[in-house]
């Protein structure tokens, strides 16, 4: 018999954030999973971006020599488009998933199953593609 190997998942890390932001909303009530999303949204929207932004600015701060005002300025905008866009899109998608897993509990007072989840998850994060 043959062992199964570890496969990695091929997948984003701010994807699956958004499906973990998902399923931990789901084990709450419908002002849990508010708290949840309004937590994911202001983390992801706000906070992780300025932090960011600070410590790339106190590290562009440090470079000296000919060239560190255009390469200070291309590590911002490397920055901003790699690593803040995406993180500010994921922000959204979790608020949108958790704002519609608390209206589906309030309304219909039913566990969501797992499909259920997923399929709220992979449409908030199109939407928040859509909106961002």
Not at 54 to 78: C, F, I, R, Y
Not at 81 to 110: D, F, H, N, S, Y
Request: charged share 15%; with cysteine.
């Amino acid at each position: 018999m043959s062992r199964r190997r570890y496969r990695r998942r091929r997948g984003s890390s701010l994807g699956s954030l958004v499906d973990d932001s998902a399923y931990i909303a789901s084990r709450f009530g419908p002002g849990g999973a508010m708290v949840t999303g309004a937590v994911g949204f202001t983390l992801l929207y706000a906070v992780l971006p300025v932090a960011l932004l600070k410590w790339t600015a106190a590290h562009n701060a440090k470079m000296v020599g000919s060239m560190a005002t255009e390469l200070s300025s291309l590590v911002d905008q490397m920055i901003w488009i790699r690593v803040i866009g995406p993180m500010q899109g994921a922000g959204v998608a979790v608020l949108l998933v958790c704002t519609t897993i608390a209206i589906w509990k309030l309304l219909c007072e039913l566990d969501l199953a797992g499909e259920d989840i997923s399929l709220m998850s992979t449409l908030a994060k199109l939407l928040a593609r859509f909106f961002h």
